[in-house]
């Protein structure tokens, strides 16, 4: 692995750990133990924050498989940037539940999006954006089926 293929993952992985720190330390945006008895299929916050991070790492990977393509670059790190402010912008106001019905729904779209586009230009790309799509799945589904 060269060292741009190193960079491209490690940034996000390092985003990823910092908002995950951020997280832990901000009890307000944190699942209380209320909103864990309302729904006992969401998963531990340590668990969320591992996923997010093997994710970010295989957004990154997938960055540098299109790298002849900065548009796609663009739309990547969009797409973390996005994630990276999800969780402030769906808990700082849970009362608003339109907002964050709308937020999950443009966010499946945008992977959707991801996956197609890649899809187009290289095969190799599209194995590391499918378990972004699952996950937002399965996060989608508890909380529509709580």
């Not at 230009?121 to 378990?131: H, Q, Y």
Request: net charge neutral; hydrophobic share 55%.
């Amino acid at each position: 692995m060269n060292i741009t293929a190193i960079l491209f993952v490690s940034i996000p992985v390092i985003l990823a750990l910092i908002t995950n720190g951020l997280l832990v330390l901000n009890k307000n945006i944190v699942l209380s133990n209320e909103q864990k008895a309302q729904n006992p299929y969401l998963p531990p916050g340590w668990v969320v924050g591992t996923v997010w991070v093997i994710l970010f790492g295989l957004l990154g990977y997938t960055a540098y498989l299109m790298k002849e393509y900065p548009y796609l670059i663009a739309l990547i790190f969009a797409i973390i940037a996005y994630c990276l402010a999800y969780p402030v912008l769906t808990d700082l106001n849970p009362s608003s539940e339109n907002a964050r019905s709308l937020n999950r729904g443009a966010f499946i779209l945008a992977t959707i999006l991801v996956i197609a586009t890649y899809y187009q230009k290289t095969e190799n790309a599209i194995i590391f954006t499918i378990p972004l799509w699952l996950w937002t799945a399965y996060v989608n589904s508890i909380e529509i089926f709580a």
